[in-house]
């Protein structure tokens, strides 16, 4: 079985401009989540997907945004991006509410 | 509030060393989860483990092992008899029934043959 995928895996960006990242979940996976981590730093939490509704969202400016489609893959969406967006977009997914989490590979976005 | 505190940000050892990494947490829940998590230099988060604040007893997997303490508020990993494959960023975690994960700043091992 395939594991979460993430898409781009790399991409650079300038100041100002818009993105979009992609993530599709371990079939079976009907909880999607997305952290946000920087060099050096562990793992933030930005949102919470289950069943196509948001379940949380983490102390992130309204510049992101995320939705969850019906087969369970996800986008994450970042808009006006700055030079502190630069960093290793990560997408979780889980079975259901109370299970592990298992990640992708990251999207690692450089905004110049 | 809940916080993951991994205060080794780097350790060294020599091939077939043991080595234990700390971890402390704090929260006011009396139902969580704690997990510990591998980062290769891949950037992909690989699960490792997943306790239950119910569960102390310790685990054993491998050459892996995790002694967990509520008195303490303490989940430490260790790995016996090291590889240089063990190499990596490791990052102790704390949910809640949420399931938002909180991580530590992790912990870099180096793993010298």
């Known amino acids: 079985d395939a594991g979460v995928t993430q898409s781009p895996t790399h991409l650079i960006k300038t100041r100002g401009q818009h993105v979009t990242l992609r993530c599709s979940p371990i079939?079976?996976?009907?909880?999607v989540s997305w952290y946000q981590q920087v060099l050096g730093q562990g793992p933030q939490f930005i949102f919470q997907?289950?069943?196509?509704?948001?379940?949380g969202r983490g102390n992130f400016p309204d510049r992101f945004s995320a939705r969850q489609f019906p087969n369970y893959s996800s986008e994450l969406n970042v808009n006006a991006l700055l030079l502190g967006d630069s960093a290793l977009y990560l997408c979780a997914s889980r079975r259901g509410q109370g299970y592990s989490a298992f990640f992708g590979q990251g999207t690692r976005l450089t905004v110049v | 509030a809940q916080k993951v505190t991994q205060a080794q940000t780097e350790i060294s050892v020599v091939e077939k060393e043991d080595v234990t990494l700390d971890c402390v947490y704090e929260?006011?829940?009396?139902?969580?989860?704690l997990f510990w998590y591998k980062q290769p230099p891949s950037g992909e988060l690989v699960f490792l483990i997943r306790r239950n604040s119910f569960d102390e007893q310790n685990e054993i997997s491998g050459r892996y092992s995790w002694n967990f303490q509520k008195s303490t508020s303490s989940f430490n990993f260790t790995i016996t008899a090291s590889q240089v494959v063990d190499s990596a960023v490791y990052f102790c975690a704390l949910s809640d029934l949420t399931d938002k994960l909180i991580f530590g700043t992790g912990t870099r091992l180096q793993v010298f043959p």
């Open positions: 929260t006011r829940d009396t139902t969580y989860y």
């Open positions: 997907y289950y069943e196509k509704e948001e379940r």
């Open positions: 079939s079976g996976h009907k909880s």
